[in-house]
């Protein structure tokens, strides 16, 4: 019911003029600044074609990885702001211009929001051997050994190293962070016992806890998730107020016509609305967003500013 309200209140916001009426007349191309079949990648192709669908032209995806996705962030910045180049941005958008002190393009004023897609929680996952069943029989297992467990993540600077800080600010922990580039030799490292904990997309991670080789404590996102609903969230285990998630969105470039925008966006929230894209993102562990292109705009300045500061207050860097 949400989801087809905040669809009806987009087609309301944004009236179809000329312009809006004849876009598009050619394929649209999709970036994504990571690989193919990450769920950056599935995502993008889940909302290209719907937009399709909706559209009546192809949406052509281009994987252009490098970079913790800047090098596909950039293209979608320099590109013509005619509605040609759009962009699948996630997390790493906010994030990187506080870990890289160099960054091609301002992530506000570079860009032009049109949908938020999916908040995507984590899962906090331990290896089976140890012996935590709960998040409050884990703050303990690792309070009797500071600074001696270690616990991985995809990247440094990535929502999962980020959750892992944020918990163990809250709980009074000394952790011992051991990067990995991506979430493949992160989940090896898990299956193998080499690494005894981490946070990982829920998507990543759920063929892995249903098949009993990692044990799942708790999820991240505010609310239980309706893909894990018999998980406890971290916030109900002990630590009210904790909830890190990240996020899938569609942006283009800067001056991109509003009537573009609005044509965009109402595509893509009634989409969102249906239930054979909304349960598909379930599936794949995410939680269908939608709104106007100006919630997404608030959304993203308070995910900036806010891990921004966790950033900065950590000493988190990049290079």
Do not use: C
Request: proline fraction near 9%; charged fraction near 20%; aromatic fraction near 6%.
């Amino acid at each position: 019911m949400r989801r087809a309200a905040l669809a009806l209140l987009a087609i309301l916001a944004f009236p179809a003029s000329a312009g809006a009426e004849t876009y598009p007349s050619r394929p649209i191309r999709m970036i994504v600044g990571f690989p193919a079949g990450g769920p950056t990648d599935v995502l993008a192709r889940l909302v290209g074609q719907a937009i399709t669908e909706r559209l009546g032209q192809p949406v052509v995806i281009d994987n252009r990885p490098g970079a913790g996705g800047m090098i596909g962030d950039d293209v979608v910045a320099k590109a013509a702001s005619d509605g040609y180049t759009l962009g699948m941005m996630s997390s790493a958008h906010s994030t990187n211009p506080s870990l890289y002190p160099k960054i091609p393009h301002d992530v506000a004023k570079d860009f032009t929001s049109i949908a938020l897609v999916a908040l995507t929680p984590y899962i906090l996952v331990v290896n089976p051997a140890v012996p935590a069943r709960s998040v409050a029989e884990l703050v303990a297992w690792i309070q009797a050994q500071p600074g001696e467990v270690h616990y991985a993540s995809n990247s440094i600077g990535g929502r999962p190293h980020l959750a892992a800080e944020q918990l163990a600010r809250t709980a009074g922990l000394r952790l011992v962070h051991v990067p990995y580039k991506g979430s493949a030799p992160t989940i090896t490292a898990m299956l193998s016992g080499e690494i005894p904990l981490m946070f990982e997309n829920a998507s990543v991670l759920g063929p892995h806890i249903k098949a009993g080789k990692m044990r799942a404590l708790a999820i991240t996102s505010r609310e239980r998730t309706p893909a894990f609903p018999d998980l406890p969230t971290v916030a109900e285990s002990g630590y009210p107020g904790f909830e890190v998630v990240g996020y899938f969105g569609v942006r283009g470039p800067a001056r991109l016509p509003p009537e573009l925008v609005g044509r965009l966006n109402t595509a893509i929230v009634a989409a969102l609305a249906t239930p054979a894209l909304s349960e598909r993102l379930v599936e794949f562990g995410a939680d269908p967003a939608g709104g106007s292109p100006a919630d997404f705009e608030r959304f993203l300045a308070a995910d900036i500013a806010r891990w921004d500061k966790v950033i900065r207050d950590a000493g988190i860097t990049a290079d």
